[in-house]
């Protein structure tokens, strides 16, 4: 039996054993002791970061619908199938081939949710879903599935919580019915037709090539589904689907609310021109795109993706698709792929600061540029301080987020996308008014602070303009910042607080001003969060604008604001204190000076227990004032753990008393201090709790979050951090 449990500090690689989709070759790998990456060149680099000792699985990625061990509300579940374990003994470098000590298993065991298809996956300890998946391929530990299905990423769609976005699963069965239909077009036209119902005359108006006009006489999936789509009152729009899901023979139940579902222009609802017009191949190119994406989402080999990236690339090139081919996938599978209207590209490239590739057609999103950037949301999900943790989510979120300013469209028939839910637009309804924001709410959420407290730091935040959040690890400072932002704003309104983490690679061309390669291959002079918030600010004088930077200490401030440090000051927040950056405005090319406007506000947090961060440099903290925050347990922890996260009333006190043993313990050890204490958001859950699940919870935490931060914490004094540990879990 092979000693495969642990490994600490090392990955372990999940690596698949399937060529061209069906050739297993897994018994032979089992056969030789070997493995090999099927001579696919995309993985060379990583192979031979292969290290000896590093722990290996053979894994297949797949979905399932049913035979499921818990209730997935007829969504689909991604799924991997653990085959073989073992532990690498060679790595010749050559990219292709390792040698390996495997030990098969009996059958295979499955894993749900925290999953990936690539033929290589590099998983890491850190967070506690990786932690989890180690445990259960190379310890034989159950998954705990009631903590995934309510962990951010999933318990939308299969929490304890009630599901929201219940429309996908109309959306997905209206896909998987339509696509029935792809060599049956004429049948589907004849029937939509037939149909007479209201709003449909828009596909009334082809021209063809002999000068005459009349109805289409073919029709691609994406204008199929835009016949409910487009700005129509919600009644209607149910009318219509209603409609259509009867012909094609849909038997889930038509949606109530349409909730964060992008539309099209009521007048150019087409993804083609007309016929006279109209490629002979355009429309079989978009239905190319509906049927490999569907086949990516349920499931489909890895090769399919570049499939789906080549039909992206040939049908996104066809006049009038432009970025509404995004917008049809996600209407397909919602939760499988991003649209990418206007709103959602300003949302993901300004909020969640994840780049959009522009390699594509008339500067647009390439198939693998689109692939990118989901695989980069994908990875964003699960963690907490994600603001979406779906595509739905990002999508209701992009409405209202104020989008970057674009010219219009190229093709004068370009359909237009609006990221909105339908019930915002139609004519007998208004876009519901952003929500005010004051102390009351961020003590109604789970701030264990008093009110006093909240007051005095806001106090201090409007005097001094900057201010810094630092204390230990898990006294939620980065949860704190953001809600101390919208209270000073006074609504919770995601266009006015701009989110930036610093890091060591973070530089002032990144965060104010420099250069960036466009997507024509040249540089081009781009302002960066920074300055776009200033912008913001000195654009309305009347708004506060919130700039929150997590880990503030991470990087080089100095060097990061550069000449706008001296800006920050309070005192210097006008134009006479103006100063010329290093580069010149981006619009015009002019070199004018800039000043920081008084209704911009900036807050950072700061770990003080980071032993690799330096000292933060005096001239940040003349202008920054510091707040501490301490490790919050007592009553109102107590309170809200027993309330609002599950926590078994009798069990609330007894964690508390032994998280507070720790910390005396941690403070009184000289070589650490009050600044390495534990914070009470290691033991406050994200999610309620299931009856009686208290003490696996806890378990869970103390193993997978609070063991490893103690021997880091003792590394030179493993028996402490034992002890430790004993102590959390003594007579649990």
């Known amino acids: 039996m092979l000693d495969i449990g642990s490994a600490a500090g090392r990955p372990a690689w999940f690596v698949g054993a399937t060529y061209n989709g069906r050739d297993d070759q897994l018994p032979r790998f089992l056969r030789e002791s070997s493995w090999e990456n099927g001579y696919d060149d995309r993985y060379l680099e990583q192979v031979r970061a292969m290290q000896p000792g590093d722990r290996i699985a053979v894994k297949a990625a797949y979905t399932k619908k049913h035979n499921l061990p818990f209730d997935n509300r007829g969504q689909t579940i991604s799924v991997l199938a653990i085959k073989a374990v073992g532990v690498i003994l060679e790595n010749p470098g050559d990219g292709r081939r390792l040698k390996v000590n495997w030990q098969p298993l009996e059958s295979a065991k499955e894993w749900y949710f925290y999953t990936n298809r690539g033929t290589v996956w590099r998983v890491e300890a850190g967070s506690w879903e990786a932690e989890a998946l180690l445990s259960f391929t190379f310890s034989g530990k159950a998954q705990d599935i009631d903590r995934f299905r309510n962990a951010p990423a999933w318990r939308a769609r299969f929490g304890d919580l009630p599901a929201r976005f219940g429309w996908t699963t109309f959306y997905q069965a209206f896909a998987d019915r339509l696509l029935d239909y792809r060599g049956r077009r004429p049948e589907l036209l004849a029937g939509i037709r037939a ?36 700005g129509l009152k919600d009644n209607n729009r149910r009318a219509i689907a209603e409609a259509l899901g009867k012909l094609i023979g849909v038997v889930e139940p038509v949606p109530q609310t349409f909730e964060g579902i992008p539309l099209l222009n009521n007048q150019r609802s087409w993804l083609f021109p007309y016929e006279k017009s109209r490629p002979a191949d355009q429309i079989e190119n978009l239905w190319e795109v509906f049927a490999r994406g569907l086949a990516l989402a349920d499931g489909a080999e890895e090769a399919d993706r570049d499939a ?7 049908a996104s090139a066809g006049y009038a698709v ?30 969640l600061q994840i780049p959009i590739g522009l390699g594509g057609h008339k500067k647009r999103s390439s198939g693998q540029d689109y692939l990118a950037i989901r695989d980069r949301l994908l990875a964003s999900f699960p ?36 990221p909105i839910s339908s019930a915002a637009i139609a004519p007998d309804s208004s876009p519901t008014a952003v929500p005010p924001y004051t102390i009351d709410h961020i003590l109604e959420e789970g701030c264990f602070l008093d009110r006093s407290d909240l007051e005095t730091m806001l106090d201090r935040w409007e005097v001094k303009k900057n201010l810094v959040l630092q204390g230990p690890p898990g006294t939620g400072k980065t949860w704190l910042a953001r809600r101390l932002a919208f209270a000073l704003v006074g609504q919770r309104d995601e266009t006015k607080v701009r989110p930036v983490q610093f890091h060591p690679n973070l530089s002032y061309e990144d ?67 103006a100063l010329q950056l290093c ?85 009184a050890d000289h070589r650490l201090g009050s600044q390495y204490r534990v914070g009470q958001s290691f033991v406050t859950p994200n999610a309620p709790l299931a009856p ?41």
């Open 195 to 230: 149909l007479k119902l209201e709003g449909l005359g828009l596909l009334e108006g082809d021209r063809f090539a002999d000068g005459s006009t009349g109805f289409l006489r073919d029709i691609c999936p994406f204008t199929t589904m835009g016949l409910f789509n487009r």
């Open 308 to 314: 789906l990236a080549a039909a992206y690339d040939r």
């Open 511 to 577: 965060f104010v001003r420099g250069w960036r390669p466009s997507g024509d291959g040249r540089l081009s002079l781009v302002d960066g969060l920074f300055m776009e918030a200033v912008r913001a600010a000195q654009a309305d004088l009347t708004t506060k604008i919130v700039v929150v930077i997590e880990e503030i200490n991470r990087g080089n401030p100095a060097q990061i604001f550069g000449e706008l440090l001296t800006l920050l000051e309070a005192g210097k927040r006008n134009p006479r204190e």
């Open 583 to 667: 580069y010149p405005d981006p619009v015009d090319g002019q070199r004018r000076p800039v000043y920081l406007p008084e209704n911009l506000y900036v807050i950072g947090t700061m770990n003080l227990a980071d032993r690799s961060l330096a000292l933060v440099d005096m001239a940040l903290r003349r202008r920054f004032a510091f707040v501490s925050l301490e490790p919050r347990l007592g009553e109102s922890w107590r309170r809200w753990v027993v309330e609002q996260g599950g926590v078994d009333p009798g069990l609330a006190p007894e964690i508390e008393r032994r998280i507070l043993a720790l910390n005396q313990r941690i403070t």
């Open 383 to 418: 963690l907490e301080d994600c603001p979406v943790h779906s595509f739905p989510e990002l999508s209701l979120a992009a409405w209202g987020y104020a989008p970057s300013e674009t010219g219009p469209e190229d093709d004068e028939e370009e359909v237009s996308i609006q």
């Open 322 to 351: 432009g970025w509404n081919l995004s917008c049809g996938l996600y209407w397909a599978r919602p939760w499988h792929f991003v649209t990418l209207d206007s709103g959602s590209r300003s949302y993901i490239s300004s909020r």
């Open 692 to 732: 009686g699940g208290t003490r696996t919870w806890f378990l869970q935490v103390v193993e997978t979050e609070l063991q490893p931060l103690l021997e880091e914490l003792w590394y030179e004094n493993p028996d402490e951090a034992g002890r430790s540990v004993a102590e959390l879990l003594q007579g649990w």
